[in-house]
């Protein structure tokens, strides 16, 4: 594993120092690693919905469309 130091404001040092010990982090390198996590998600999820939007339209998204989503979305959650 590589290591990085970075430079904090007092007062964002003190918030992460916080949110190690409150939400049950070991150390901060743990909460930094969870934020970038969480950002790495949030960008992919990101570039799916443009992926998703930019695709042209194959199936009318209307009452019958949702309807068929939610059967199938039970089905699957049945299967688990």
Known sequence: ?????????????????E???GR??????EY???LIRR????QHLRALLIEGASSPTT???DTG???RLRERARRTAGNE
């Open 19 to 21: 949110q190690v010990v």
């Open 39 to 42: 950002d790495q998600d949030r």
């Open 1 to 17: 594993m590589s290591t990085m130091n970075i430079s904090l404001p007092e007062t964002m040092k003190s918030f992460v120092d």
């Open 24 to 29: 049950g982090f070991g150390t901060s390198s």
């Open 32 to 34: 930094v690693r969870e």
């Open 65 to 67: 469309y949702f309807d």
């Open 59 to 61: 199936v009318p998204a």
